[in-house]
């Protein structure tokens, strides 16, 4: 069963999710969740971790179940990690328990915010090396134009380039309101 309540941040990493998340649910009156954080505290070790010692498919597999027990939560804000929506299970998971938000920004913003963080893989190269912001942002193209698809079928996209941290909650916390009322309202 839908639940309008139940909000799922998208985008790419550097897009806001984690900062703006738990701030949405304070304005909304919901809880916030980090996909990632809870998969991790159930695995009982890093996703770093997960990777490298049982592989991705563990690491989807741990996914979805974690995605299946939020997803019969009402007012709940959750950040999902950036591969979450590849996953075909996952996504129509998502689309069918909850209201799916992408946040949307341009490549030279995400690699501008992404510039300095270490521990992100697609900032390194083959062999463990720091990437020019040229070649980030290339990365970050390319990764988007795949994802793209995914994230325009979300019920709400909002662009945080170049907004304040406080505007961008309070314009999502609008459109995520008016559109919980939208919707239960046409139900």
């Not at 701030?23 to 919901?30: E, I, W």
């Not at 193209?141 to 961008?168: C, F, M, N, W």
């Not at 314009?171 to 559109?179: A, Q």
């Amino acid at each position: 069963m839908k639940h309008h309540s139940l909000i799922f941040l998208t985008g790419f990493s550097g897009s806001g999710k984690s900062t703006i998340g738990p701030l949405l649910a304070n304005s909304l009156g919901f809880e916030f969740i980090d996909l990632d954080r809870e998969i991790e505290l159930a695995a009982g070790k890093s996703i770093n971790r997960i990777f490298a010692e049982d592989g991705e498919a563990a690491f989807r597999e741990l996914e979805l179940r974690t995605l299946e027990r939020i997803g019969s939560q009402k007012e709940m804000v959750v950040s999902l990690g950036g591969g979450v929506l590849e996953n075909d299970r996952c996504f129509e998971l998502i689309r069918r328990t909850g209201t799916l938000v992408y946040m949307k920004s341009s490549p030279e913003i995400l690699s501008l915010r992404l510039q300095h963080k270490t521990d992100r893989p697609l900032l390194k190269g083959p062999n463990g090396e720091k990437l020019s912001r040229e070649q980030v942002e290339q990365r970050i193209s390319e990764i988007l134009e795949k994802r793209e698809p995914r994230y325009q079928k979300a019920d709400l996209i909002i662009v945080t380039d170049s907004k304040k941290i406080g505007s961008t909650v309070e314009e999502m916390t609008r459109k995520i309101e008016r559109h919980i009322r939208r919707v239960e309202r046409d139900s």
